[in-house]
């Protein structure tokens, strides 16, 4: 699982970040990540958020770009300095930014 680290989070991720990640990755099982990449989501697409860290080397910008242009309605968040494990390495701003999306005041 730590071949992966490098497409998923920046180097400049704390340590403990880091520990957390790997510990997550080795509790996957290869049925339910199959399961969730065969999942139908058709019906909740009109409502997305594409949150994308700038420094994501597993996924350019550019299909984050396409997919928000594939979904009408759909908002395009760029965060900057972290990478496709955004959530883990900045939970945060993309909390803020979904607390911004549902308009939330927490």
């Known amino acids: 699982m730590a071949r992966w680290l490098p497409s998923l989070i920046t ?4 340590k403990e970040i880091v520990d957390e990640l790997c510990s997550i990755l080795a509790d996957f099982h290869p049925r339910g990540v199959r399961t969730m990449a065969r999942a139908d989501l058709r019906d909740v ?3 997305v958020k594409v949150l994308y860290g700038d ?3 597993r996924s350019p910008l550019n299909i984050a770009e396409q997919l928000h242009a594939d979904i009408p309605g759909s ?3 760029v965060l900057t300095g972290v990478g496709h494990q955004l959530n883990v390495e ?3 701003r993309v909390n803020a930014a ?8 927490c």
């Open 11 to 14: 180097g400049n991720a704390a």
């Open 75 to 77: 908002t395009l968040v």
């Open 90 to 92: 900045d939970p945060e």
């Open 45 to 47: 697409v009109p409502r």
């Open 55 to 57: 420094a994501d080397v």
């Open 98 to 105: 979904i607390r911004q999306f549902i308009g939330s005041p």
